[in-house]
């Protein structure tokens, strides 16, 4: 078939269009066309592509689907070295990278840094002529790398073609390319489903979804990069700072870190790296520092490199969150709801900026699949406020005669049968509440901060009561006399009398805190909230069906029968009504107006809040009647910024969400 001028210029306008929506949907994410759109035109160039093989160039947005599989890759050299970075760890080695560098540039001058989180992804050298990509290589030993073009290709955060008019002959563009949490997590969910062995963490799968010989493959995971610098460049100067070359290739159409920021000298980057560090666990994908950078080129120019470092750059590294240590045993855990729980007991490794020597093992699937063995050698892994759990056995430092672990069949704490519901990964001891361990986790849950918040009654405390017999429930706690609690180990008279107060103030709470409190099973705190709210008092409650409680948000066919099991258990119902008796009380609940103006609507709480904590806005919010989420989105109604908000005040401003200060957020709950 011959072609003729109109159908190249539909190709090359599909081509336009595609990459245009391309970068809206991935780049700044503010798609402008429905995905039906985006499907019809993709659908209409694949068309033209097969009637036209000759259309068919490697800049085309159907590329992105992979090609045919390779044997091996091949190795480029870099046109110029692909550096690594020094790292410091603390506030000293930060101080001395700065003193070098004014060493260095004969100046006491405070210098102006360019900062930004150093992702835990692969480097990427991408390679573009005339605008068009036309070769990617990974970092390899930074002089020489893997040619991975073709799986570059597929990803969609990459431009395949460069916009706007100020492009340069020739330029290498260098970021990281990750995987996003999200992904990650879906990734290895299909992986377990198709009976697959999970990838370890989003590095390791990035990794290897980057270096799959089939692009096929690569095309399926969900990869991302954001650029962080520019390599060799020809038929244009350099701009004139890290920033500016940023904001240039970013008009590009290649995507950077929305954290990227000029800061003022050591105390600048300080003040980055700690508000960094506190949103680390919250950002969508993972880091493991900041990345600072003398911002002036001519300043880097002059500072120059040692070795295979820039002078002028510099990675403050976060601690670790993961580690090797050695499992010494394995033990299994009673639950406040029965479940049977091993842990691993560890060889105490500093990871994630504590000392952990204990790790969950979750239940007897997961400790099958992973086969963990006292004795083993693993990779724990602790991020955040989330529980240390073991990722992997090192297998090659399985010493010899370890023994398969293997679930007890009774309770070790109260000898019950223990037993698996149908369908049901999780081993449950059947003592109920007369298991003392049982007994100790609901009272330890009834007493904690989002439940009824008793100030000064621990954890150790709570075993200790139950184990000289003085509480069996949770009612029990209201019962007992400042004389009880002072003849107990290491507790004196005065601390006895505070927990007594403590537990009359406790006894005035919410309806959802008690809902909460009650420890029901798979009833959190949203579940307890949407109870509460729907019900407004015990009494209905007790009595609702499941098909009624299937009706309300946040509750399902399994959380509704457990309610209802919950109030059928006569153990359950005697200490209700000793609670009540005792004098636990809140204030009746009214259906929330409304025309209040936050009901039913989604607000965003981000920065740093000077008047009000965290948790008393999201209550105050939530008592109105609006939901608080997590992470701004197209339903996002409202974002509420603090001081220093970051990400999610720029993606709000893209998105045209209202953004409102603190101090409206205070008008609107007082
Ligand atoms: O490995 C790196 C991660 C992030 C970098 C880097 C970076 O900037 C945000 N920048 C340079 C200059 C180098 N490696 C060599």
Known sequence: MIMNTEIKQRADKLHHLINKYNYQYYVVDTPEVPDVEYDRLFRELQQLEAEHPELQTSSSPTQRVGGAALDKF??????????????????????????????????????????????????????????????????????????????????QTIPLTLTGDNIPEVVEVRGEIFMPKAGFDALNQAQTAADKKPFVNPRNAAAGALRQLDSKITATRPLEIYCYGIGEIQGMDKPASHSDAMHL?????????????????????LEYIKQLGERRESLPYEIDGVVMKVDDTVLQERLGFVSRAPRWAIAHKFPAQEEITVVEDIEVQVGRTGAITPVARLKPVFVGGVTVSNATLHNEDEIRRKDVRAGDSVIIRRAGDVIPEVVQVVLSKRPENTQEFVMPTHCPVCGSVAEKEEGEVVLRCSGGLYCAAQQKEAIKHFASRKALDVDGLGDKLVELLVDEALINDTADLFTLTVDQIASLERMGEKSAENLVTALQIAKETRFNRFLYALGIREVGEATARSLAKHFLNLEALEVAEAQTLIEIEDVGPIVAQHIVTFFQQD????????????????????????????????????????????????????????????????????????????????????LGITVVDEATLITWIS
């Open 74 to 155: 091949s190795q480029i050299t870099h046109a110029l070295p692909m550096l690594s970075l020094d790292n410091v760890f603390d506030t000293e080695e930060l101080q001395a990278f700065e003193q070098r560098v004014c060493d260095r540039l004969n100046t006491t001058d405070t210098q102006t840094f360019a900062a930004e989180p150093k992702l835990d992804g692969l480097a990427i050298s991408i390679r573009y002529e005339n605008g068009i990509l036309v070769q990617a290589a990974t970092r390899g030993d930074g002089t020489v790398g893997e040619d991975v073009t073709v799986n570059v290709r597929t990803i």
């Open 249 to 269: 290739i970013a008009s590009w159409g290649c995507r950077i870190s929305p954290e990227l920021k000029q800061v003022k000298g050591v105390a600048g980057c």
């Open 571 to 654: 153990h359950n119902r005697e200490v209700l009504t000793k609670l009540l008796d005792a004098g636990v009380t809140w204030p009746i609940e009214e259906k929330i107006e409304s025309d209040s103006e936050l009901n039913n609507k989604t607000v965003v709480l981000t920065g740093t809040l000077e008047q009000l904590s965290r948790s008393e806005a999201k209550e105050k919010l939530l008592a109105l009647g609006a939901k608080v989420a997590g992470s701004v989105s197209k339903k996002t109604d409202y974002v509420v910024a603090g001081r220093d908000a970051g990400s999610k005040l720029t993606k709000a401003e893209s």
